[in-house]
């Protein structure tokens, strides 16, 4: 289900992209810049995230859309406001999208702002071969990899399993690295 938007929400301004490394693009991943067209996917994306929350709700289908909408503007604003200097992909498999990925890369560490699969394609493989496509990357640089997880993203296993560490404790969210190791 497609969330609407009640607004326009700002677009990043950077066009850069990401080249697949080996582990993605044997798997049919590539990369572009996401661009206002993608919105209706990326809040359709951001729903299926929390998904199982909503569940747990007794609100009507309207008032979850409205949450949805809500809480997908605020989030892309933020990061439009705190990662500015960002690349801001859609992750596509043969042509389709099917997913999300915003990444910064400072200069001492990599940032994971936000990677999301649609629940089509999760469990494939695809997300540990973009995550160890970005760990290969960092590495190269000389630099760490990072993640904000919040503690009860099934996800966590993943991160684990690939040797990430949690470096902070940041409430509902630990601070996830990989670090460096040439």
Not at 72 to 78: G, S
Not at 81 to 106: C, K, M, N, S, T
């Amino acid at each position: 289900m497609t969330t609407a938007l009640a607004i326009d929400l700002p677009m990043p301004q950077t066009d850069m992209s990401l080249a697949p490394r080996a582990r993605a693009a044997a798997r049919g991943i590539t990369y572009r810049a996401l661009h206002s067209g993608d919105l209706p996917f990326l809040a359709s994306l951001y729903r299926s995230t929390r998904e199982a929350e909503l569940a747990r709700t007794p609100w009507t289908e309207a008032d979850k859309q409205a949450f949805i909408a809500m809480q997908f503007e605020a989030q892309h604003r933020h990061y439009q406001e705190h990662y500015p200097d960002a690349l801001w992909l859609v992750i596509e498999r043969d042509a389709r999208p099917v997913g999300r990925l915003y990444l910064e890369r400072w200069t001492r560490e990599h940032r994971i702002i936000d990677i999301a699969l649609i629940p089509e394609v999760q469990g494939q493989g695809l997300g540990s071969a973009v995550l160890q496509d970005l760990m290969e990357e960092a590495r190269d640089a000389g630099k760490a990899l990072s993640i904000h997880v919040e503690k009860e993203n099934p996800a966590m296993r993943l991160y684990h399993r690939l040797g990430f560490e949690k470096r902070e404790n940041k409430g509902v969210y630990d601070l996830m690295e990989h670090p460096c190791r040439t």
